[in-house]
């Protein structure tokens, strides 16, 4: 495969099988992405096959959707399983032509028994489908996604660029692909909804291919991991890690056969040497002669470049280098945030965290003048340059650029060597810097957006989900880059690792306030737990796992204890309900499965009376089953709210 001009991956071959959670690694444009389009069948290899095994379907999510269909959610993803749209609109035509074969007698009673035939079966196959792929499950799906009952009406036009993602995220699960290819497919999740995937896939028991920047997520999935190196695409067993340690130790042993190989040469030549001139030695001295010849060599894996950069010394701020007072912002009628106060200081690293739609973006927006507040004020010393990068930050590229251009155009009068010097430790070589913005990669593009950055970061910086589009060794480096980054950094993100190795503060956003923590993610946590108060992130992670002494351990189980109990007397009722409505849920579902069954015979569906009978039955069925979801849906609601 290779595009413009460069070879991406030449006579790769691979073997998935059913349960392999296959994770893609390599640097930005190496070919992660080509890979998975030419599995989605997108694009074409330029040499060889690939073979899909009978009634294997292929569900692809790319990092970008251009266009969406004009439907509401529930119904998106509910019609989104191959073939049920098409059989309601042949058992709706196919009804048509018996009602108007009754009414006609046109063909007599054998097209009238075809017909009827041809519907019973249809009414069949959509009965199989309805029970292999549910409303429940369509529902759960959404409902761990973040989406609420009133969301499933809403047409997709109205959803943010991100819920759009994650509807179309959400008929994939669903649909329940025999090989599901991931492209970065926490980008638009928040917290809460990552740990609910994370848990979804990890029981999936079909073929995965995932690409991801986000290390712990990749860990918790994958079994197996394809990379691509200097040396071609690889393949090897376990997890992101397992792989890692691998490959050290496949090139430690290449470079201690290495080191044995020229010891045995150097004391083969010496030999040679010395005893060349000796007739005596003449046999010997052939003989390692023949063996120099026939000595293998050694190649060593070539090292991937990789991006090495940090933020140039900031000028010293102001110790409150920003401030807001009673700030707040709608929507309309949608309040986001409510006269929130807050005081940033010098050096501060804050990580901005919350469930999706509490507001974070916006406050970030807001700080960084993209947009207006609807009252309160902020408070900008003129010692503090602000400086923000944006969720989509590869969006206001000109793709009609040159790399270099497109940074040196915003580059505030730095010099040509300045941005070559930023450009090349972000791995773009001399060629690289005169390729145009719009046949980069995501991951390039993302690369790009910070080379403009890192010209004159300034000293109050403000980031917006940055790890996004960026492969995982360029967000370690980021990581290590903003640790020593002597300025205020307030950042979005939804990457675990990337929020504990930098936040030294919280700003917890959620329902319209903004609650400032001073600590770590896992010093909130824990924080939370013993206060018996839900996180705001809605239990998506765990505190890490902190060395304590026995007696701590011992005085945690007993609060463990006394918190189980309490939690149990409101729990057990709330419990005990959900039981019963997945109950009640499960035998509606059966009936209306048996009803459609009963109307799938032929001499069924011609008594009217029995036809209607079961028909008005199903409808009513429908209605119980969409009320009882609904209390489902706020018994699990409750539980998690009172969970850890």
């Known amino acids: ?79 989104s399983v191959p073939g049920r749209p098409e059989l309601r609109k042949e058992l709706a035509r196919q009804e048509r032509r018996l009602v108007e074969l009754q009414a006609s007698g046109e063909g007599g009673e054998g097209a009238l028994v075809e017909t009827a035939s041809e519907v019973a079966e249809l009414h069949e196959r959509i009965a199989d489908l309805d029970a292999r792929f549910s409303e429940h499950d369509a529902k759960r799906i959404l409902h761990g996604l973040g989406f609420s009952q009133q969301d499933h009406r809403r047409p997709l036009s109205e959803l943010s660029g991100g819920w759009k993602m994650r509807a179309v995220l959400a008929s994939l699960l669903f649909q329940k692909p025999g090989v599901l290819l991931l492209d970065e497919p926490t980008n638009h999740l928040d917290m809460p909804s990552v740990a609910w995937f994370s848990s979804f896939l990890k029981s999936y028991d079909q073929a995965l291919f995932l690409v991801s920047h986000d290390r712990e997520f990749l860990n918790e999935q994958v079994n197996r991991v394809v990379s691509f190196e200097p040396e071609g695409v690889r393949t090897f067993r376990g997890n992101y890690e397992q792989y890692l340690r691998q490959r050290d130790e496949e090139s430690q042993l290449l470079e201690n056969r290495a080191k044995n190989l020229e010891r045995e040469k150097a004391h083969l030549e010496q030999f040679v040497r010395r005893f060349r001139a000796k007739a005596s030695k003449a046999a010997q001295v052939q003989s390692r002669v023949r063996k120099l010849e026939k000595m293998d060599t050694v190649e060593l894996y070539r090292s991937a470049r990789q991006a090495h950069f940090s933020f140039p010394p900031t000028e010293r701020g102001a110790r409150i280098p920003l401030r807001v007072d009673e700030l707040s912002k709608s929507f309309g009628d949608h309040l986001v945030l409510d006269q929130v106060s807050l005081a940033v200081e010098r050096g501060d690293h804050i990580a901005i965290v919350g469930p999706n739609g509490a507001g974070k973006t916006t406050l970030l927006r807001i700080l960084a003048g993209e947009i207006e507040a609807s009252g309160g004020r902020i408070h900008l010393p003129g010692q503090s340059e602000v400086r923000y990068f944006a969720q989509h930050h590869a969006d206001a590229l000109n793709l009609e650029h040159t790399v270099l251009q497109e940074v040196a155009y915003s580059g505030d009068g730095a010099s040509n060597e300045r941005i070559r010097g930023v450009l090349g430790a972000l791995l773009f070589d001399e060629l690289g810097v005169d390729k145009r913005v719009s046949v980069l990669s995501g991951g390039e593009r993302a690369r790009v957006a910070l080379a403009k950055l890192l010209i004159n970061p300034g000293n109050v910086l403000l ?99 006394e918190l189980r109990a309490e939690r149990n007397r409101t729990t057990k009722p709330l419990e005990k309900r959900a039981r019963k409505l997945e109950q009640t849920i499960a035998a509606l579902e059966k009936t209306v499965a048996e009803h459609n069954e009963e109307l799938s015979k032929p001499e069924v569906y011609d008594d009217a009376a029995r036809r209607d009978s079961l028909l008005r039955e199903v409808a009513e069925a429908q209605v119980k089953l969409e009320l009882a979801f609904e209390e489902w849906t706020e018994a699990q609601q409750s539980l998690e709210g009172l969970s850890n």
Request: proline share 5%.
């Open 1 to 79: 495969m290779a595009l413009g001009g460069e070879t991406l991956f030449d006579g790769l071959s691979l073997q998935v099988h059913e349960g392999d959670h296959i994770g893609l690694v390599g640097p930005n444009g190496s070919g992660k992405s080509s890979l998975l389009r030419m599995l989605a069948g997108t694009i074409e290899p330029d040499a060889g096959k690939i073979k899909l095994a009978p009634r294997v379907h292929v569900g692809f999510l790319p990092q970008e959707i251009e266009s969406f269909p004009d439907q509401a959610v529930f119904p998106f993803v509910y019609d």
């Open 463 to 561: 980031m917006d989900e940055p790890t996004n589009h960026l492969d995982l060794q360029t967000t370690e480096a980021l990581t290590d880059a903003l640790a020593t980054y002597d300025g205020t950094l307030l950042f979005v993100s939804h990457n675990r690792a990337f929020i504990r190795r930098l936040a030294t503060k919280l700003w917890v956003v959620h329902d319209g306030a903004v609650e400032s923590y001073a600590g770590t993610l896992d010093d909130y946590l824990w924080s939370c737990r013993d206060r018996d108060v839900a996180p705001a992130t809605e239990i998506a992670i765990r505190p890490a796992t902190q060395k304590k002494s026995r007696q701590a351990r011992k005085d945690e189980r007993r609060r463990a204890a």
